[in-house]
């Protein structure tokens, strides 16, 4: 079964940090550009960043810039998103999604991890 | 704010045609001189593709479900709308090294 599997969320405050892991199974992670998207609870889909299959290229939305990191390891299926001085608006839940060899859309999607930035 | 514009929300009555159109007046280019892609959301699950790149439909994917992108508008059209296709839908596309989404169309069948 093709499956893609998020942790690493949770609550923390204003300027604290989070990794999160995105565990591919069923698939082969590298022959997939990777992204994060967020979405809180009742509102749309947020892009957050996208690496290429190996890891060469990536990119961010601007509101996470210089704060996010993505990265992936290829080797045993996991694709990362360190999210370093958080904000409330960080807040949300967080995908992650594979595009099939950069077809730009997102073929397959995992069930999401919540992130909670709060005082 | 979100990349491309969709309207909030469709209603259509069961077995009729429902069409939801999504705009990038936002955009440097033409929407239609780029892939759109479409998403369905059910509560409590996560996006699912609907449509890709313009109007291809994933294998398993209703015939129902087709796609148009010309000009400045993409459009998703659903035939013979049911019961089960009551979801948010939500377009996306790239521009310049992002990825746009749109604010996504809350379906109703009515």
């Known amino acids: 079964e093709v499956q893609l599997v998020e942790s690493g969320g949770g609550l923390v405050q204003p300027g604290g940090s989070l990794r999160l892991s995105c565990a591919a199974s069923?698939?082969?992670?590298?022959?997939?550009?990777m992204h994060w998207v967020r979405q809180v609870p009742g509102k749309g889909l947020v892009w957050v960043s996208r690496i290429n299959s190996d890891a060469s290229s990536s990119s961010y939305a601007d509101s996470v810039k210089g704060r996010f990191t993505i990265s992936r390891d290829n080797a045993n299926n996991t694709l990362f998103l360190q999210m370093n001085d958080l904000r409330v608006e960080d807040t949300g839940v967080y995908y992650c999604?594979?595009?099939?060899?950069?077809?730009?859309?997102?073929?397959?999607w995992g069930r999401g991890t919540l992130v909670t930035v709060s005082s | 704010s979100y990349g491309l514009t969709q309207p909030p929300s469709v209603s259509v009555s069961p077995g009729q045609t429902a069409t939801i159109t999504c705009s990038g007046d936002e955009l440097g280019d033409e929407l239609g001189e780029k892939y759109v892609s479409w998403y369905q959301q059910k509560p409590g699950q996560s996006p699912m593709v609907v449509i890709y790149q313009d109007k291809r439909r994933p294998s398993g994917m209703s015939e129902r479900f087709s796609g148009s992108n010309s000009g400045n508008t993409a459009t998703l059209t659903i035939s013979g709308t049911q019961a089960m296709d009551e979801a948010d839908y939500y377009c996306?596309?790239?521009?310049?090294?992002?990825?746009?989404f749109g604010g996504g169309t809350k379906l109703t069948v009515l």
């Open positions: 996306q596309a790239w521009d310049s090294s992002t990825v746009l």
């Open positions: 999604a594979g595009d099939p060899r950069g077809s730009y859309f997102f073929e397959q």
């Open positions: 069923g698939f082969t992670l590298s022959t997939y550009w």
